[in-house]
Each structure stands twice: as C-alpha cells, then as structure tokens.
DNA sequence: GACGCGTGGTT
DNA sequence: TAACCAAGCGT
C-alpha cells in the first residue's frame, strides 16, 4: 500500500487509481469468507444462495444454503422433490415463498435449459423468484460474466459515493449504468468489482453507522466531501410485523413445517386467536400453494 | 410505485 | 424496548 501511481514524482499532481480498483484490492484482504464464494462453486449453488440472501442476512443461510446443496446438487435432483419437503428444508429463512419459486425455477431449469443455470440475463429473469438483482448477480458470480449488479448496499455506496445523499434512492434503471461507469477495464476485475461493491456496503459503507475510518475511498466519497449531510426528505417507513397477517402466516406454517401428517383445524387455532384473520391466512396460504387441505378437511404441507 | 411477504439479531 | 435492519420479488 506505499506507492501509489504518481506519489513517486514529488511535483506532479496525484492521480489516485479508479475507485473502482481502489475497491477491488480493499476487497482481495477485507472479503468475508462465505461458502458461496469459493472457487468452483456451480452456477446452480450460486443461484440457490443469492435466492436464500433476498433479504436474509447470511448468518442465517449459511448452514441451510450448505444442507441444500449438499440434497440437491444439481436443478433436476431439487425440480424431482416435493414441495413439502422444500418447504421443511427451508426452514426459518422467512418468506417461504422463494422455496417454491426456487423449485419452480429449478424445473424450468430442467425443462427449459437442459438442467444448467443460463448465463444469460434474460434468461434468469425468466425463472421464477429471480429478477432484476439475481439475475445478474447469478450471471456475475456464478458464471463469472462481466454484469452490473445492484442491490440495497451498491444502491447506498453509489448514493454516498458518487451523488453524495446519505441515503439510497428507490432503485432506479440508471443505478445500472452509474455502477457499470466505475467498474475496471478488466474484465475479471470488473467481476470481483461487482461483489466488492457489495461487500463494501455490507461491511463499511452500511446503513445504521457507516465506518468511514475504515473507507478504502474514503477520500474520494462525495458524501463524506459534502460534509456528510443528513438525509433530506420523508424518513422510510418500516414495515410492520406484530399483528400483521405475516407474522399469523409465519405461525401458522410453522405448525405445518413441526407436524408429521396433516392437521385439523382445531390444531392451528390456539397460534392466534382472532377466528377471521387466521382464517384469512390460512387460505392465503393455500392461494399461495404452500399449504394444502385433504380430502377430510385437514390441513398440511403441499405433497 | 406502493404494498405484502418471515424471521430474528442488533441498537 | 420498540425500532431498525438484512445480497428482493411479484403484483
């Protein structure tokens, strides 16, 4: 880290390196050391962990990402499961519906694609449970393709970094070309960019108390250049859970996901008390297909 | 574009 | 402790 481009000529004006290498060497010594990550790892278990991340922290996927990969190595061997049985390897990730959407995507997989992830980007947003961010980030990592990737932390780095708010704007169809703009030459190296960006965010540049200190382009960072301004405009407003059908869902899958075989009526009730929102999820749960009602009335996991 | 969708750790 | 937060997607 001593001799930086120009800082060897004592009269010329510095010319740092890009921002966009400046933070893919951050990344080579600061990157996390997740599974996922590890050299070799298919486009299909790629895709499996970045589904399992959609708004899960890692230290809960980790262990299950791990179990399902281990099951299920490639799309045709999870595409021939049930869904009961995808619905109970997926545990407490939350949001179950991403289980049958990822095994939905894993039969177009097979169906469509000949049992192999595409690389493509038009292709994967043509899975189910797979959009604008996992396709691309499938495309990136799992297939080592040069691709813009933009999820909640490069939206937050690019608004400090670059437009100098506080806070990520909504995503936007320009976040794409404002990160493509700082990405390297290279094109492995505009590979690793992509996830050091992610990284950063994840680890520095994060949304309750950014660690500028430890900013690899902390002089660079129009935010912090601007004085760190406070955001302007309407706070965010967080959702809510307790008392909301989410929160009964979640009770009521959890019954489902403990139980043996299907279940009466009777046993769901005591999860919460009110008869007509419980009603409600419940058969929001089935519209959704991730519970199932038997022929005599009783309710289980879709076989 | 706003909203609904789980769960649990952190502050 | 209630609020905030975590690699989004589909409608």
Redesign the pocket.
């Known amino acids: 880290m001593s001799a930086l481009p120009g800082t060897d000529r004592s009269t010329a004006v510095p010319s740092p390196e890009p921002v966009g290498e400046t933070i893919v060497d951050w990344y080579a010594g600061a990157a ?1 050391d ?1 599974p ?2 590890a050299p070799g790892t298919d486009p299909w278990a790629v895709l499996v ?2 589904v399992m ?8 996927v980790e262990p299950v990402w791990r179990e399902w990969v281990r099951r299920w190595p490639t799309p045709a061997s999870l595409a021939a499961e049930s869904p009961a049985e995808v619905i109970r390897a997926w545990g ?7 289980a049958l ?1 990822l095994r939905e995507a894993a039969i177009a997989v097979t169906e469509r694609h000949d049992g192999r992830v595409p690389a493509d980007v038009a292709e994967l ?1 043509a ?9 691309r ?1 499938v495309s990136c990592f799992g297939h080592g393709r040069r691709q813009p990737v933009v ?3 490069v939206r ?1 780095v690019v608004a400090r970094l670059v437009h100098g708010r506080a806070e990520a704007a ?1 995503a ?1 169809a320009t976040d794409l070309t404002d990160i493509a703009a700082l990405a390297p030459d290279d094109d492995a190296r505009a590979v690793r960019f992509s ?1 050091a960006v ?2 950063l ?2 680890l520095v540049c ?3 108390a950014p660690r500028c200190p430890a900013c690899p382009v902390r002089d660079r960072c129009a935010w912090r250049l601007a004085g760190s301004p406070a955001h302007e405009g309407p ?5 809510k ?1 307790a008392g ?4 009964v ?3 009521l ?2 019954v489902l996901r403990g139980a043996d075989g299907p279940v009466p009526a009777d046993a769901l009730a005591p999860v919460w008390d009110d008869p007509v929102q419980r009603a409600r ?1 419940l058969d ?2 089935l519209v959704d297909g ?1 519970v199932e009602q038997t022929a005599d009335g009783r309710f289980t996991l879709p076989g």
Do not use: H, I
Request: charged share 30%.
């Open positions: 996390r997740l996922w990550r962990s970045e991340l959609q708004q899960t922290p890692v230290a809960r407490k990730l939350g949001y179950p519906r991403r959407r947003e899975l189910p449970g797979v959009g604008t961010y996992t396709a980030a999820d909640t932390n937050r909504p936007r996830v992610m990284e965010g994840a994060v949304a309750g706070p965010r407003r967080v959702q859970f909301t059908d989410r929160q869902r979640g009770r899958l959890d999820c929001s749960l991730l």
